[in-house]
């Protein structure tokens, strides 16, 4: 009888637990609910990056100062982070002189100096990288010249020889 009794309670005997009652499974779902839980807590606390605010394109044309016609462009995006990249378009096939370089001037207005951004070259088109300190200061600037200076750019930090090419800084 104490035998009936005992199978009939299932004491003694192996019992197969189902999938729900598996406490492995309840381990392993509880950790991957945690760990989306906290991935999407992240997600909606984290801040979002700032979607560029499209500030238009700065643009200069230079005109030769002999001929008044224009001779070259200068174009940037204004209001980014970081640095700026002009894309200079020198039109026709200007000529250097030997020992000489063309130096490309920021000019701030007003009373202020000309600020050099560095030398170019004839080439039609060209890149030049302006460093984030002098960005705002581009962005804001009155226009660009470009002067004829001795090989290597101005010794004195500002134009010394005859500016060629000028132009006003206008927002498109």
Same mark, same amino acid.
């Given at each position: 009888?104490?035998?009936?009794?005992?199978?009939?309670?299932?004491?003694?005997?192996?019992?197969?637990?189902?999938?729900?009652?598996?406490?492995?499974?309840?381990?392993?779902?509880?950790?991957?609910s945690g760990l989306l839980?906290?991935?999407?807590?992240?997600?909606?606390?984290?801040?979002?990056?700032?979607?560029?605010? $499209? =500030?238009?394109?700065?643009?200069?044309?230079?005109?030769?100062? +002999?001929?008044?016609? #224009?001779?070259?462009?200068? /174009?940037?995006?204004?209001?980014?982070?970081?640095?700026?990249?002009?894309?200079?378009?020198v039109m026709g096939h200007?000529?250097?002189?030997?020992?000489?370089?063309?130096?490309?001037?920021?000019?701030?207005?007003?009373?202020?100096?000309?600020?050099?951004?560095?030398?170019?070259?004839?080439?039609?088109?060209?890149?030049?990288?302006?460093?984030?300190?002098?960005?705002?200061?581009? $962005? =804001?600037?009155?226009?660009?010249?470009?002067?004829?200076?001795? +090989?290597?750019?101005? #010794?004195?930090?500002?134009? /010394?020889?005859?500016?060629?090419?000028?132009?006003?800084?206008?927002?498109?």
């Amino acid at each position: 009888m104490w035998q009936a009794i005992k199978v009939r309670l299932g004491i003694g005997q192996k019992v197969r637990s189902g999938f729900w009652e598996n406490l492995s499974f309840w381990r392993v779902s509880s950790f991957a609910s945690g760990l989306l839980a906290l991935a999407l807590i992240v997600m909606v606390v984290a801040p979002k990056p700032e979607t560029p605010v $499209d =500030a238009g394109r700065m643009v200069v044309v230079m005109n030769d100062l +002999a001929t008044n016609k #224009p001779a070259m462009t200068a /174009t940037w995006e204004p209001g980014q982070r970081g640095g700026r990249t002009l894309r200079i378009r020198v039109m026709g096939h200007a000529g250097m002189a030997p020992n000489t370089a063309w130096e490309l001037w920021m000019l701030p207005g007003g009373d202020q100096k000309p600020v050099s951004l560095g030398l170019i070259t004839t080439h039609e088109t060209q890149i030049v990288k302006i460093p984030e300190a002098l960005a705002a200061k581009l $962005d =804001a600037a009155h226009g660009l010249a470009m002067s004829v200076e001795p +090989a290597g750019g101005s #010794p004195t930090g500002l134009p /010394t020889g005859p500016v060629l090419y000028a132009g006003e800084s206008i927002k498109t």
